[in-house]
């Protein structure tokens, strides 16, 4: 009997007992390994992604005067507390952390929330002229922000806002990108069916966004949170404008550190690594579900 001839029972002993469609599934989800060289590029470009952060923190652990020697320092010196309290004091930090801890925060939470619920908008619900305003809000992607500082200046100090937090936070709670790419997500990752499912259970459209919209939702709120607190918190053009160093944000209040006839280098140093713990805190604490989401969304794309 040829192998041509064989019953479909025995051709599966004579392959082991799995067919060769089967053979291929098991070949496709077999688990990928990484080699050496793979651990050596990543090795590279995780050393050089560091690089910038290590010597801000050597630099701030020495005195302005090795700083200014060449070669200049490669490791730790015994300056690093002092430093990092006479930046703390000679810039205020205290009340710039808690001035950007709540613009940073409020205006994350906005733009996440405003921001899903327009791409919602855009991504699922029909209405008149909905491209051409979707078009029109990415377009507003295009136009420089240097542009709006001179009127957007102007209306706020018509409303008696100078110099006070709600004129950082008021023009930046909607972002065009964060539409956008609440948009992009929604198109896919939630279903039709579902929302009319939930119509048809009588649900309201308030509560189709919180047990719908919401926890599909949940990945790319956690991305453009992220991206949207670091963006806030990092921020120095519209702050140093509208703000004073009585009341400033962390960049505008690590900007008088720079002053001086000859700047003190190291205290410069240890007052851009205290800007940066808060960010490095955040990213501890909710990297996994920030890495999560991106991974979830990219599956879903």
Known sequence: MTTNELTLPQAKVRSGGRSPRSRRVIGAGKQMHAGPVTYLVLTVFALVSLAPLVWTAIAASRNNERLAQSPPPLWFGANLFKNLQAAWDQAGLGTAMVNSTIVAGTITIGTVLFSTLAGFAFAKLRFRFSSTLLLLTIGTMMIPPQLAVVP???????????????????PTLVSAFGTFFMRQYLVQALPTELIEAARVDGASSLRVVWHVVFPAARPAMAVLGLLTFVFAWNDFLWPIIALNQQNPTVQVALNSLGTGYVPDQAVIMAGALLGTLPLLIAFILFGKQIVGGIMQGAIKG
């Open 152 to 170: 957007l200046y102007l209306w706020m100090a018509d409303l008696g806002w100078s110099n006070q937090l709600q004129t950082v936070i008021l």
